[in-house]
């Protein structure tokens, strides 16, 4: 607040002042440069040496240049996504600047926007086709490190009102069980799991009855079998991994109960493994006891093709084509 008796500031003064002193410092640089207009510097860097040119336009930082209104930095020249989006801004503000300076006087047949006009053309197509080509290296390193990446499927049960097919989760029960439950085992599924799922619950004894497990010790200190019940987990195809490697050339076939939880993208990436097999391309060898699927990551897998048209007789009469099981078998693990 202003004190009693204290003269009056007038501010617009000082701020036209201000002004006026700003304006002569401009004219000053102009005058000291050559140009008129304002100054703007293009700012490049080979090693540690910057290198100033002076043009029409506005003042840059030194680490970067600046057409227009657009600021390119070395942050955006060296990331992989500077591509359609910053290179057509990048055409709009040297178009911006050349009408700016199209006025200019000619050097050597070329006014000084036509050179700007190369120079930004040229600067941005050489990022795009850097860019491109990194990001077309980066997305062959990914696919060979962790496979093709799978389509999206509409599976029937991913919506949030959407419940599983349970005549889908019935036949997948049997394809595993005519297929897969050679290697693979489903160590953390019971029988009792089945029941109301896919089978009733006599059924589910009934299938259970047909195995014998391992219990005991009885009153003598021994071991038994005993016909399985509902409690009983489904039998494994070997008694530890050892012995799963031994019969499978030193590959351990992994456990389904969460297999599409424990892989990425779950249930499109078995769906498409199972249906992935083809030969290997021009250039690819793939070492004999493997098999060339895409979607496997690094491309060669142990396991070979288990599907085909007519592998399985359904006891709904669906006819069990290739895709029909590689969905009902990626459908029954989904569930668990």
């Not at 201000?18 to 401009?26: A, D, I, M, V």
């Not at 394809?175 to 059924?203: F, I, M, N, P, W």
């Not at 010790?217 to 008694?239: C, I, N, Q, V």
Request: aromatic share 8%; net charge neutral; charged share 25%.
């Amino acid at each position: 607040r202003r004190k009693r008796g204290e003269a009056k500031t007038d501010w617009p003064s000082l701020s036209r002042g201000r002004g006026r002193r700003e304006k002569r410092q401009t004219q000053r640089h102009r005058e000291a440069a050559g140009v008129s207009g304002s100054s703007c510097f293009l700012t490049t860097r080979v090693g540690r040496a910057p290198l100033e040119r002076q043009f029409v336009g506005r003042t840059a930082p030194r680490n970067s240049f600046v057409v227009g209104e657009i600021g390119i930095s070395p942050t955006h020249i060296t990331h992989p996504m500077f591509q359609l989006r910053s290179l057509l801004r990048l055409r709009e503000g040297g178009q911006r600047l050349a009408s700016q300076v199209s006025g200019s006087a000619a050097v050597g047949g070329e006014t000084v926007s036509d050179g700007l006009m190369r120079l930004v053309c040229t600067a941005g197509l050489g990022t795009l086709a850097w860019a491109s080509l990194s990001f077309g290296e980066s997305v062959a390193a990914d696919e060979a490190e962790h496979g093709l990446a799978s389509a999206d499927y509409p599976w029937p049960h991913n919506g949030v009102f959407s419940s599983y097919d349970h005549a889908s989760i019935r036949r997948g029960h049997q394809v595993y069980q005519q297929v897969c439950a050679a290697c693979h085992s489903v160590a953390l599924l019971h029988y009792r799991d089945l029941v109301g799922v896919c089978y009733t619950e006599d059924e589910a004894k009934e299938m259970a009855l047909e195995n014998e497990v391992t219990d005991g010790p009885d009153d003598t200190g021994e071991m038994f079998d005993r016909p399985a019940k509902l409690s009983d987990p489904l039998p494994r195809p070997y008694a530890n991994e050892e012995g799963a490697r031994y019969a499978n050339g030193g590959a351990y076939p992994p456990d389904l109960s969460l297999i599409t939880k424990a892989r990425h993208d779950g249930q499109n990436y078995v769906f498409s493994l199972l249906l992935g097999y083809k030969d290997p391309p021009a250039g690819v060898h793939v070492r004999e006891g493997l098999y060339y699927n895409p979607y496997f990551p690094g491309g060669a897998i142990a396991m070979p093709k288990m599907l085909a048209d007519g592998g399985v007789e359904y006891d709904d009469g669906t006819p069990a084509t290739e895709s029909q099981m590689a969905k009902d078998v990626t459908t029954f693990p989904a569930q668990a």
